[in-house]
């Protein structure tokens, strides 16, 4: 197993959290980029070959760079997109993925209309920091920086080779129970990263901070450009469950009766496990531990949970900022609907629920979505697809541009169903 989870078992999370704050940020800069080659998880995949993907529709233009920030068990690289004025002549930032957009690595930064909002983005499991082009692209064409880190899994997750467990996992996935079966498929995985808790919510605050000290730091493209007094989060999948928790202050709770299959964290059916069996839940200092309440407004894609079920409610009912629930329609390939309704349903906040006909899991990720090579997605993702990313790229602008700069005129795109693939959009919580 990768050396920074065994590494982090023995550790408290408040102390592995100071640990990866606690940066020098002039040593960050110099240290050795990580692995970002093209994968899902553990498994290579070969790039599709310069597929261009959806326009962004703001005002600005795109700038990518990179900076990497160091940890005594690893490195830590993210992309940082931002508005920019690319040059004449120059060539747009082909992902890792062979997604072409239209952002330019290294662009001058356009800071007309600075100091811009703070977005941090958290990609789903085993996904690779820029495989959402189309989607954070757009959001930095409307005024914002988005920063968005390679975690630990992108290239390392593993999938199950126990053939039980692969079969469990299919067959959940027929049924739509598709939350289980990722962590069916993932057993190994999320078993020894305790669901991901020894290692995401960490990587995202290291990025929250270093992002931020970047707009005191002169020498950085930044410097005076981030408005540090307002922040966004999203997230993809497991990105979008860690939205829910540290950009949304969704709890954590311990104190309910728990079967004993659910407090085995030895369970050979690792989706009956609740996170309080294990030592990196169970340590929080309570369990609202891991929010981070200088979030403003959160957009979770897609989100699952690995909370027990009759306790998804009650932890989204902590959520008081505004929240943006948007997911596909696939019913064996997308996060399973009604643990995303228990979020929309529950949480305090002002709340909407966008979802998107004919697009599964993949789609957002268009790096996979648009890529033949990835198993165990569906088909749809190329049928229409600018049509169906114009949804995702309508409202989440619209939305933060609403509760992050608070411009009046994007409420009304809240409230108007703008696509006939808009499935279903509901708000509440929002007068």
């Known amino acids: 197993m990768y050396g920074r989870i065994s590494r982090l078992r023995g550790f408290k999370p408040a102390a592995i959290l100071s640990a990866l704050i606690l940066v020098d940020s002039t040593f960050a800069k110099t240290c050795a980029q990580a692995d970002l080659s093209f994968g899902l998880g553990a498994h290579a995949l070969e790039p599709v070959d310069n597929v261009a993907t959806a326009d962004p529709t ?5 700038g990518i760079t990179f900076e990497t920030y160091c940890t ?3 490195n830590l690289t993210v992309s940082i997109w931002y508005p920019a004025t690319p040059e004449d002549g120059s060539s747009p930032y082909v992902s890792s993925g062979g997604i072409v957009g239209q952002a330019f690595q290294d662009a001058p930064l356009d800071s007309s209309g600075g100091p811009y909002p703070l977005i941090v983005f958290s990609a789903g499991l085993g996904a690779v920091h820029d ?3 189309f989607y954070v692209q757009n959001l930095v064409s409307h005024g914002y920086v988005v920063t968005s880190a390679q975690h630990l899994d992108a290239r390392h997750a593993n999938t199950t080779t126990n ?3 692969q079969l469990i996992a299919v067959a959940d996935s027929l049924v739509g129970d598709t939350n289980d079966a990722v962590i069916t498929f993932y057993t190994e ?4 990263t305790e669901y991901a808790f020894t290692y995401r919510p960490q990587e995202i605050q290291l990025n929250l901070n270093q992002t931020l000290a970047l707009a005191d730091d002169s020498s950085s493209i930044l410097y005076g450009n981030i408005d540090t007094d307002n922040i966004g989060m999203t997230g993809h999948s497991l990105g979008g469950f860690m939205t829910n928790v540290v950009g949304g202050g969704a709890a954590i709770y311990c104190d309910y009766a728990m079967l004993p299959g659910e407090k085995d964290p030895n369970n050979p059916l690792l989706a009956s496990v609740s996170p309080c069996a294990f030592d990196a839940v169970q340590e929080l200092s309570s369990p609202f531990a891991l929010h981070d309440s200088r979030v403003k407004a959160i957009i979770p894609l897609a989100a699952p949970s690995f909370l027990t ?3 998804i409610a009650r932890s989204a009912a902590e959520i008081q900022i505004p929240v943006m629930i948007m997911t596909g329609d696939n019913f064996t390939s997308e ?3 009604w643990i995303q309704k228990a979020v929309y349903n529950n949480a305090q906040g002002p709340a909407y629920y966008v979802q998107i006909e004919d697009a599964d899991h993949y789609f957002v990720p268009e790096a996979y979505g648009l890529n033949p ?7 749809e993702d190329s049928v229409n697809f600018l049509d169906k990313a114009a949804v995702y790229t309508t409202y989440s602008a619209a939305f933060f541009n609403y509760y992050i700069k608070g411009n009046t005129s994007a409420f009304d795109v809240l409230h108007e169903t703008s696509s006939s693939f808009i499935k279903d959009l509901k708000y509440r919580n929002d007068s």
């Open 189 to 192: 995985w999320f078993r020894e």
């Open 309 to 311: 079920k009759d306790q």
């Open 72 to 74: 005594d068990d690893r």
């Open 58 to 62: 703001g005002p600005y233009g795109v």
């Open 373 to 379: 090579n990835v198993a165990l997605k569906g088909d």
């Open 335 to 337: 996060t399973t609907e």
């Open 131 to 133: 495989a959402y082009y």
């Open 163 to 165: 053939t039980t467990l």
